[in-house]
């Protein structure tokens, strides 16, 4: 099966290619299939933007996999002007940061807020197959409980895409996220639940594409 991926991020198409390890899946880009248009994300929520994206890239392509964050911060209410929200890139309404803006912008909003934070992702993911859409979010209490650490101090090394790896903390081992071998789950609590909701995840991804079985 071929898949578009609904983003020109190289770390998200990563992400869903080891998310679907064993099936018979072939992904391709926006990039690769020439598409520079983009709807206006105008959702709520994660999962809505997901799907906004998902039913206008539905018209290039058959099968269609989208996917819109939004980062929190627990020490900040979720209506506050500084709270990262759906607007990671974008902090504001002002303009789209490239990665090394998006380091500096929130290690200066980290420090204001005393140099380390408790965040936590929202994730919406939807799929585009047939004409119909599916879509996924956890509910923000679950994701809460996995939440990890923001500094104001940012490690030198790099995850392309994902600029905020390198501010990021596991709670566990106080390592970066974009330290070597920081993915690999243990058996605390926390790390359960972000086992159960990768299980999760990829159930829905399972189910919304038809498979039944690897391959």
Same mark, same amino acid.
């Given at each position: 099966?071929?898949?578009?991926?609904?983003?020109?991020?190289? #770390?998200?198409?990563?992400?869903?290619?080891?998310?679907?390890?064993?099936?018979?899946?072939?992904?391709?880009?926006?990039?690769?299939?020439?598409?520079?248009?983009?709807?206006?994300? !105008?959702?709520?929520?994660?999962?809505?933007?997901?799907?906004?994206?998902?039913? @206008?890239? =539905?018209? @290039?392509?058959?099968?269609? &996999?989208?996917?819109? +964050?939004? /980062?929190?911060?627990?020490?900040?209410?979720?209506?506050?002007?500084?709270?990262?929200?759906?607007?990671?890139?974008?902090?504001?309404?002002?303009?789209?940061?490239?990665?090394?803006?998006?380091?500096?912008?929130? #290690?200066?909003?980290?420090?204001?807020? =005393?140099? *380390?934070? #408790?965040?936590?992702?929202?994730?919406?993911? !939807?799929?585009?197959?047939? =004409?119909? &859409?599916?879509?996924?979010?956890? $509910?923000?209490?679950?994701?809460? !409980?996995?939440?990890?650490?923001?500094?104001?101090?940012? #490690?030198? *090394?790099?995850?392309? =895409?994902?600029?905020?790896?390198?501010?990021? /903390?596991?709670? $566990?081992?106080?390592?970066? @996220?974009?330290?070597?071998?920081? $993915?690999?789950?243990?058996?605390?609590?926390?790390? &359960?639940?972000?086992?159960?909701?990768?299980?999760?995840? &990829?159930? @829905?991804?399972?189910? +919304?594409?038809?498979?039944?079985?690897?391959?």
């Amino acid at each position: 099966m071929k898949i578009l991926i609904g983003t020109t991020n190289p #770390s998200k198409v990563k992400r869903f290619a080891e998310f679907l390890r064993g099936y018979d899946v072939e992904f391709c880009t926006l990039h690769e299939l020439g598409i520079t248009d983009e709807p206006e994300e !105008a959702g709520n929520t994660p999962e809505e933007n997901a799907v906004i994206k998902a039913r @206008f890239y =539905g018209k @290039f392509f058959d099968t269609v &996999i989208c996917n819109d +964050s939004g /980062l929190y911060f627990e020490e900040l209410p979720l209506d506050d002007s500084k709270q990262p929200g759906l607007k990671i890139r974008t902090p504001g309404g002002g303009k789209r940061l490239n990665d090394e803006e998006m380091i500096t912008y929130y #290690s200066e909003l980290i420090h204001s807020l =005393g140099d *380390k934070v #408790s965040a936590f992702y929202l994730d919406g993911i !939807a799929v585009y197959r047939k =004409g119909k &859409i599916y879509s996924y979010m956890e $509910n923000s209490e679950a994701v809460k !409980a996995s939440a990890f650490y923001m500094i104001s101090q940012p #490690s030198e *090394k790099r995850h392309e =895409g994902w600029p905020l790896d390198s501010l990021s /903390l596991n709670r $566990n081992t106080m390592t970066y @996220f974009v330290d070597k071998g920081n $993915n690999i789950y243990d058996k605390t609590e926390e790390n &359960i639940m972000l086992g159960e909701y990768r299980t999760r995840l &990829i159930a @829905f991804l399972k189910k +919304s594409l038809g498979f039944q079985k690897n391959l």
